[in-house]
């Protein structure tokens, strides 16, 4: 059953992080270190596939988090800003091809949409 459930976990998260607005090149930053919210903000970003507000961005990394592909980093006085990924989301990039973030389905989209929409109101 725990099989199952890492499976499970591993296809959302795959999910979340293909039909997200980050680059491979976000990913692979992500795997280096941390990256902060607001070099996700930045405007012509070379992370993002488009411009994110900082309420957007910040609903993505939430998402993601709540997912289980990104985990917030510590520092001395608490939690930051910056994220960096989880084992989880190590091992989903890694099974992607190296130059590239596969894309996701319309269906994908929607799916991962819907499961967005209804974790913000549960």
Same mark, same amino acid.
């Given at each position: 059953?725990?099989?199952?459930?890492?499976?499970?976990?591993?296809?959302?998260?795959?999910?979340?992080a293909?039909?997200?607005?980050?680059?491979?090149?976000?990913?692979?930053?992500?795997?280096?270190?941390?990256?902060?919210?607001?070099?996700?903000? /930045?405007?012509?970003?070379?992370?993002?596939?488009?411009?994110?507000?900082?309420?957007?961005?910040?609903?993505?990394?939430?998402?993601?988090?709540?997912?289980?592909?990104?985990?917030?980093?510590?520092?001395?006085?608490?939690?930051?800003?910056?994220?960096?990924?989880?084992?989880?989301?190590?091992?989903? /990039?890694?099974?992607?091809?190296?130059?590239c973030?596969?894309?996701?389905?319309?269906?994908?989209?929607?799916?991962?949409?819907?499961?967005?929409?209804?974790?913000?109101?549960?």
């Amino acid at each position: 059953m725990d099989l199952a459930i890492e499976k499970q976990a591993a296809r959302r998260a795959d999910r979340a992080a293909r039909c997200s607005p980050l680059h491979r090149r976000c990913f692979d930053a992500l795997q280096e270190g941390a990256v902060g919210l607001t070099d996700l903000c /930045v405007s012509g970003s070379p992370l993002t596939t488009r411009p994110l507000s900082e309420p957007q961005a910040d609903q993505l990394v939430r998402w993601l988090l709540r997912v289980g592909l990104l985990r917030r980093e510590v520092d001395g006085q608490g939690l930051t800003d910056r994220v960096r990924l989880t084992p989880l989301g190590r091992q989903v /990039v890694a099974a992607w091809p190296k130059r590239c973030c596969p894309p996701a389905s319309w269906q994908e989209h929607w799916s991962n949409g819907l499961r967005r929409w209804i974790s913000i109101w549960s």
